[in-house]
């Protein structure tokens, strides 16, 4: 469904939603570049699962210069038009920081938050943000952080982004988070104009700390991820108060998601 926004903080617009299934609600949050489609392999009896198109994405409305925090007023505006007063949140890649911003700036409302294969924030204090990430996948966030000009000029100049994906990353994409097909390539049927948003919003301050978070927070992260290497994780446990870190040493940046569904388990008991 099409939810029109009036007035909001960040203009009169329009958010794409999806809702499906029953049960405990749990708001997923998509990475970069997908559409906000909910995770289907994650699907199961009880659970109600929320999402959306972050703005650009879809029929979400553009909205350049958006900060990462914006999603929590999002994801509000959108629990209130379902009538959900409270709900676990889900993310994934670059949907994990926008539901690490719910947890923090909606603290009455988030129960529990989920962060599988994060980045940490690109001013966190003793972090060496790009080690460990792949060629390609650092020279696209050195163009985001020289600016949207930079940026443009990167992405309008063919160069090719490669994941770098593990052998158990393509195991993954091959079986069951084939998923990813029906939520990536259409992403980008309008342009790459919501991925260079997203990429600025990565770099430049996402206008909350991560430290002030006190919902039950679980990180998940392959050491072997290239696209958010796992110190980004590392840094956000040492700063989440009582946050729980699982690292698996033979987990890609989808790979990693084979654990999705026990985080599930440990989200739903929150």
Partial sequence: MDLRLEDSALGN???HVYDVGDGVPVFWHHGTPNLGLPPEPLFRPGVRWISYDRP????SSAVPGRPVASAAADISHIADALDIPQFAVFGHSGGAPHALACAALLPDRVTAVVAAAPLAPFDA?????????????EASLRAAA????AKEAYE???AEYDPEFTAADL???NGAWSWFGKVVEPALANGPGPLIDDDLAYVTPWGFDPASITAPTLLLHGERDGTAPAAHSRWLASRIPGAELRLTADDG????LNHAPAALDWLLSR
Wanted: no cysteine; aromatic share 8%; net charge negative.
């Fill in 13 to 15: 617009r329009v958010l």
């Fill in 146 to 149: 020289a600016g949207r000009a």
């Fill in 253 to 256: 940046h989808i790979s990693v």
């Fill in 156 to 158: 309008a100049s063919g």
């Fill in 125 to 137: 204090d003793g972090l060496d943000w790009f080690a460990g990430m792949t060629a390609s996948g």
């Fill in 171 to 173: 195991e993954a994409l």
């Fill in 56 to 59: 650009g994405y879809g029929t």
